[in-house]
């Protein structure tokens, strides 16, 4: 038997040749970094949530001496400012948020590399500019349905008891549908206490869905109030149905002609379950399906890195994702 190949490493840490606020519509800076070298090929990381946040661990999927890496906090999220702001904080303004920090970068076309909602918008923006759009890499794509939220909240729970103890010891109600319009209100008019507790509880529960429990490490006690504004934008997008119409990411999907895709997903992933990535693959005309076994949600699995890296390798070697 051949040995298994040793898994791809992360580059080494290092540091961003450009850090700049960019001023956008509505009251909003967002925060750009750029790593790796400025006559690279221009990638562009798309972080999840909404509102999550960039982290410098996501350049180092990327080889910095062949790419020009971009890390974008998007509005009201990371070090954006007003961190946590909803008002004027929608899909559409953030697809015209790419548009802009593209234009301002004097980038003709990018790679769009985005996880979970990441993923989401890659799709969104690749198909509102697919001139502009290299190429796709995406991971573990959420595909913003209103049944994708209610399998988060509601379809997940009998898969993951222990986790659910940590809504109920706070009161979530279990009936159908009550349980979003019940955080909205709670962490809108909750006091510092209640909201901390219930993002500790809601860490728990997207830890428990992403197969990470084991390896994560919970929140310290004076970071759960920043934690809970991240939550909230969540929320925000979540009770707005994203700010989409049903299917919109599925329809977007079918318009990106020849962009080379590459859709790397975990099967144990209970966030965004593998048979919704299925749907998009198969709407997708020119994208590639790759499943990694034992790993869930996570990016930074040691099998989900290994491919990242490899499939940034192959890009930067032939322009493609698409093996022959």
Not at 180 to 187: A, F, N, S, T, V
């Amino acid at each position: 038997m051949t040995p298994a190949a040793p898994l791809a490493p992360l580059y080494p840490p290092s540091q961003p040749y450009d850090c700049a606020e960019l001023a956008v519509s509505g009251g909003h800076r967002l925060h750009v970094e750029q790593w790796g070298t400025a006559t690279g090929i221009p990638a562009l990381v798309l972080h999840g949530g909404p509102g999550s946040g960039c982290t410098p661990a996501m350049a180092r999927f990327f080889d910095p001496e062949r790419y020009r890496v971009i890390l974008l906090d998007q509005r009201g999220a990371g070090r954006s400012q007003p961190h946590g702001c909803r008002e004027d904080n929608t899909t559409a303004l953030l697809l015209d948020d790419l548009e802009t920090l593209r234009r301002h970068l004097a980038v003709d076309r990018w790679l769009l590399l985005g996880g979970s909602w990441g993923g989401t918008l890659g799709v969104l923006a690749a198909a509102a500019n697919p001139a502009g759009t290299a190429g796709l890499l995406l991971r573990n794509p959420f595909l913003a349905r209103q049944q994708d939220v209610t399998w988060f909240f509601e379809g997940a729970r009998p898969f993951h008891a222990d986790a659910w103890r940590h809504w109920q010891v706070l009161g979530v109600p279990e009936q159908a549908g009550a349980m979003e319009p019940w955080l909205e209100q709670r962490l809108a008019t909750g006091d510092d206490a209640e909201r901390s507790a219930l993002a500790l509880a809601w860490w728990h529960w997207e830890n428990a869905l992403a197969r990470t429990t084991e390896t994560a490490t919970p929140p310290a006690a004076d970071t759960l109030p920043r934690l809970a504004n991240k939550y909230r934008l969540q929320l925000h997008y979540f009770r707005q149905g994203c700010f989409l119409e049903t299917d919109a990411v599925l329809r977007a999907a079918t318009c990106l002609g020849k962009v080379p895709t590459l859709i790397l997903q975990g099967r144990q992933d209970h966030v965004c379950p593998g048979s919704e990535t299925e749907r998009l693959h198969q709407a997708l005309p020119n994208s590639r399906l790759q499943w990694i076994d034992g790993v869930g949600h996570d990016p930074y699995a040691p099998a989900m890195a290994d491919a990242t890296v490899r499939a940034l390798d192959h890009y930067a070697s032939t322009g493609t994702f698409i093996t022959p």
